[in-house]
Nanobody, 121 residues
Framework: DVQLVESGGGSVQPGGSLRLSCAAS????????MGWFRQAPGKEREGVAT???????DYAASVKGRFTISQDNAKNTVYLQMNRLEPDDTAMYYC????????????????WGQGTQVTVS
């Protein structure tokens, strides 16, 4: 079975940084595109970033220049480094995997983690 586990969330002041991790078991991130998404209370889930090692990387306009994706192949883990955090970044963050193309649309991904909460205040 495929399992994605996010970690690294927490509470931080505006301007601070967090690094989220998404560890996969039963799946290799090298096989297809993965994505980071977030959902704030009362809002729709929105795409934050999409990535595949050696292929396209794309970020939502709201996070471009502040968030960066990286990957540790040995650990089969993808990271989302979030800098200069703002209150509007407060949300549950999810990683998703196995999209055949780079996409910020949740419907293109087959596998999802349970999420990790990020609070900026």
């Amino acid at each position: 079975d495929v399992q994605l586990v996010e970690s690294g969330g927490g509470s931080v002041q505006p301007g601070g940084s967090l690094r989220l991790s998404c560890a996969a078991s039963g799946y290799s991130f090298s096989s297809n595109y993965m994505g980071w998404f977030r959902q704030a209370p009362g809002k729709e889930r929105e795409g934050v970033a999409t990535y595949r090692s050696g292929r396209a990387t794309d970020y939502a306009a709201s996070v471009k220049g502040r968030f960066t994706i990286s990957q540790d192949n040995a650990k089969n883990t993808v990271y989302l480094q979030m800098n200069r955090l703002e209150p509007d970044d407060t949300a549950m963050y999810y990683c998703a995997a196995h999209s055949s193309r780079p996409s910020l649309w949740a419907g293109t991904y087959n596998y999802w983690g349970q999420g990790t909460q990020v609070t900026v205040s």
